[in-house]
């Protein structure tokens, strides 16, 4: 590389040399990375070396090394409330083998340094992405030549041999990291004080000043101060980007909002990771007023969108994709990722959430995704068309549609001041509305707006098509009166339409919620018990180290997957205990729960003795579990099992369930249709084959199998309480090889409830009726084939003609744990006999119950219920002795 370039950075275009501009020259001092250039290293990951041999060499500018060192937090009780902190993976790609076995490589030990890994070959629909931003403090860049110098020190004295080590030492200075930017919210955010600097705040009425209100309204615009560190650093990223990509290729800015904290606020470093995507204006101006009280629970960042920045909608989501992940990678993996998107803001959360893994959960405030059926497409293009003198009263004018101005005044009052002082502070919390209303026309200018539409029809047909795909827990915040889009008419078609969204529509609510003053929004999250301060697993989440090769360089390295992947074997999180309550409480669990009044019971290992409750079985987290048992009529099992254990042991059972049941069809990956489905795999359901329970099983998880499936679940007329299970034992090889524990265990009373009158046979016999059946089974989709004891009967989904009659009591048996040795799974006939050892338990579990229970004295539904009332339905009936 020629003396005097640097290499400039754009991750949609080629590298190319540059003359550097003098203000960012590095200085004379060694101030290089020569790292090996067989392949480009800003598109494939590397592990530095200590002597790079001298090839092709590139060099990594300094400047797009982070700073260190920042500022700490600082404290202002006169600005918030301190408030006390509240408690609080993907699918592996593993290919299975021909009988369930699966070969996978083993990830190196150790992280490495890794680099831009997005490809370089220009993107026709992507318009152009930003560099790396520079680092700053306040929003000034800095070159940060001394964290530099220490990364070449560690380098330096990192063994020869030692990628991994050498690779840990770079690792502590992520190549981006979101630079931190001064907010002077103190003085916007502060309520009224009686601070002696502030006589007029008594007079009334307001005294005017009448050339400063016309030159607010009608003058130059300017940026308020609490944006123009912002602005400032879209400049120097401007300045220092225009000569490699051209002008107005800012691009989106990932930033650290630093303003004061409240006294004893816990380190910003062990909260959750909160970024905030803005709307239309792109700076975050509508949600400023939260960031004081939401820092208290989470560690905030912002997305800063330039007014001059061109990037289509795509490329705004790819950018952000790559530096949310770069910003995610260093942490703790037990922090969870929320991603706030508001409005235009919440169509880029729901399209990243489906790109980036990491993110746990979505908060949506008004999202922008029913814009094509809003005035906006017709009537937008008309207004940056409007006469500058005109456009100048736009924001002005259009305030009381895009929010509540008297809400947004009432920040300034307080309830506990007389009513004549309340009415003084509105008024001039009206009057301090106009500059933030001004600002509006820095920050989209006509060009900008007529852009921004633009970018709200692309976000709204990309996200709108994909909508059951996002997969993460998402809260959505529709105000009733929002005059901008339909968002209270929208809430029911997203809630309904996302697998796990719930909607709450805000009374008397406009659209720019985030800026009312009777808006609290932490307070939101924790009445909908939506804050988790860490993620709670089904197993541990580790950062994924980058694996390394002699013949290609390292990948990427990637943050810690969240837990997200609902409907794959991949890590979950488990729901929190108001998300259990509220499925609980649904009509149809509650009510069978309270019809049925389950007993559980487990089988101690030493002494053989049944006894009251599921202590006795293993503790979560002990390894491998799977539960092997049988479906009773109609599968009305799992729900009440999956529950139980929530409730009393907080272990998820991962259920592995028919296709059908999850909504699935034979051209359907996942179930974005049914509700009941929806509902199986939050509650960590998956689809039942081989591979996904290898996965669980290889995982450490706790795993639940029907071995008899649907064809046990629709039993015929006389096969009551009947196994009906395959006549391989695939399950228990599998779980041999892997050490899992087995533990069978028995249920009944299900099949008591009814009458069977008419079964599969009977009606498949009726003229007339049995096309109309196989019609109906036509495209839909199987587990499994010929695996049953009658190989001729192959799965079906007709259900049986049953008469209801008293529910009767439901009873659960778990056996006592059967440990496995891994050298057993390649003796086919030791894992035969392992096999009918299993079933031979899940039988004898069926005898005990159904002899037992006939001395439980409220076996029957109206005692049952009687005991249960008298004691207000806080205590459950007692059943027979042990």
């Known amino acids: 590389m020629r003396p005097g370039f640097h290499q400039a950075h754009c991750p949609q275009r080629p590298l190319r040399g540059l003359p550097l501009h003098s203000p960012l020259r590095p200085p004379a001092c060694p101030f290089q990375w020569a790292v090996p250039g067989a392949r480009n290293p800003l598109t494939h990951g590397f592990p530095l070396s200590a002597t790079p041999p001298h090839l092709d060499v590139h060099v990594l500018e300094a400047s797009e090394a982070p700073v260190r060192g920042a500022a700490p937090d600082t404290y202002d009780a006169d600005v918030v409330e301190a ?52 680092p700053t403090i306040g929003g000034a860049a800095t070159s940060s030549a001394a964290p530099v110098a220490e990364r070449e020190a560690a380098m330096a004295t990192a063994p020869r041999d030692g990628v991994a080590a050498t690779a840990a030492a770079a690792a502590q200075w992520p190549l981006r990291q979101a630079p931190e930017v001064d907010l002077p919210l103190a003085a916007l955010v502060g309520r009224r004080t009686s601070d002696s600097s502030q006589p007029s705040r008594h007079l009334f009425p307001p005294p005017l000043d009448l050339q400063r209100l016309s030159d607010t309204l ?7 101060p609490v944006f123009n560190n912002l602005f400032e650093l879209s400049r120097t990223r401007q300045t220092a980007g225009s000569a490699s990509t051209g002008p107005g290729a800012a691009g989106p800015l990932l930033y650290r909002p630093r303003f004061p904290r409240g006294p004893g606020s816990p380190p910003a470093s062990s909260l959750p990771l909160l970024v905030y995507l803005p709307g239309i204006d792109g700076t975050g101006l509508a949600a400023y007023r939260q960031f004081p009280r939401l820092s208290t629970r989470f560690d905030l960042r912002g997305v800063f969108l330039p007014p001059e920045d061109r990037t289509p909608f795509h490329g705004l989501v790819e950018s952000l994709a790559q530096q ?6 260093p942490l703790d993996p037990s922090r969870p990722v929320y991603l706030l998107g508001e409005s235009f803001g919440g169509l880029m ?5 489906q790109r980036v893994s990491c993110v746990d959960r979505l908060i949506l405030v008004n999202p922008a995704t029913s814009f094509d059926r809003s005035p906006w497409p017709t009537l937008g293009p008309m207004l940056p068309a409007l006469p500058p003198d005109l456009y100048r009263l736009l924001p002005v004018a259009l305030s009381p549609i895009l929010s509540n101005p008297l809400s947004m005044a009432a920040w300034n009052t307080s309830k506990t001041d007389p009513l004549p002082q309340q009415a003084v502070d509105l008024l001039y919390g009206l009057l301090d509305l106009l500059p933030e209303l001004s600002s509006l026309r820095v920050v989209l200018p006509p060009d900008t707006l007529s852009w921004r539409l633009q970018l709200l029809q692309q976000g709204a047909e990309a996200v709108n098509a994909s909508l059951g795909k ?45 800026q009312e003053a009777a808006v609290d929004l932490m307070q939101l999250l924790q009445d909908e018990d939506f804050y988790v301060s860490r993620r709670r697993l089904t197993r541990p989440n580790n950062t994924p180290a980058a694996a390394t090769s002699s013949a290609a360089p390292a990948a990427r390295l990637k943050p810690a997957p969240g837990g997200a992947g609902f409907g794959t074997p991949g890590s979950l999180e488990l729901p929190t205990p108001g998300e ?132 046990e679940a629709l039993k015929l007329r006389n096969e009551q309480y009947a196994l009906i299970w395959p006549r391989r034992a695939e399950f228990v090889r599998m779980a041999c090889r892997l050490g899992a524990t087995l533990i069978p265990f028995a249920a009944v009373g299900a099949e008591d409830c009814v009458e ?37 009967v192959e799965e079906s989904f007709i259900l049986p003609l049953v008469i209801p009659k008293a529910p009767a009591r439901f009873y659960y048996l778990f056996g006592a744990p059967i440990r496995t040795d891994p050298r057993v799974a390649e003796d086919r006939d030791a894992v035969s006999q392992l096999y009918s050892q299993v079933r031979s338990e899940v039988e004898g579990c069926l005898g005990y119950l159904m002899r037992r229970r006939d001395k439980d004295p409220y076996k029957d539904l109206l005692p049952r219920l009687l005991y249960e009332a008298s004691w207000g339905g806080k205590r459950q009936a007692p059943t027979f002795s042990l």
């Open 218 to 224: 009608l003058g130059e615009p300017t940026i308020g």
């Open 470 to 514: 996002v997969r993460q827990r998402t809260l959505l915040l529709a105000g009733e009166w929002d005059l901008v889009i339909p968002s209270a008419a929208e809430a029911p078609r997203l809630e309904a339409a996302m697998p796990r969204c719930r909607a709450r529509v805000l009374p008397r609510g406009s659209h720019a919620l985030l």
């Open 349 to 353: 959360a729901l399209e990243l959430a």
């Open 324 to 329: 949310i992940e770069d910003e995610v990678a």
């Open 580 to 711: 259990l309550r509220r499925v609980a409480d649904t009509p149809g669990l509650t009510a069978l729960r309270r019809l049925v009044s389950p007993v559980f019971l487990s089988t101690d290992a030493a002494s053989g003795r049944v006894q009251l409750g599921l202590d006795a079985l293993p503790p979560p987290g002990s390894g491998p579990v799977l539960f092997v048992g049988n479906h009773q009529l109609f599968a009305p099992d799992m729900p009440l099992m999956v529950e139980e254990f929530l409730r009393t042991r907080g272990q998820l059972l991962r259920g592995l369930a028919h296709p059908m049941a999850l909504g699935m069809t034979e051209n359907a990956a996942v179930s974005e249709g049914s509700s009941s489905g929806r509902v199986l795999e939050t509650f960590g359901a998956v689809p039942v084959n081989g591979r996904n329970l290898y996965q669980l099983l290889q995982g450490g998880e706790a795993a639940l199998l029907y071995p008899g499936g649907i064809r």
């Open 83 to 134: 408030l006390v902190p509240g408690n609080g993976d993907s699918e592996d790609n593993i290919v299975p083998g021909e009988e369930g076995e699966q070969e996978h490589e083993e990830a190196i030990p150790g992280a490495t340094l890794q680099c831009e890994v997005k490809s370089v070959r220009p993107r026709e629909d992507s318009g152009t992405v930003a560099p790396l931003p520079l």
């Open 756 to 792: 069977l009158l008419l079964d599969r046979e009977d009606m498949m016999a009726v003229p007339g009726l049995r096309e109309l059946l196989r019609r109906q089974q036509e495209g839909i989709v199987m587990a499994r084939r010929g695996v049953t004891v009658s190989e001729e």
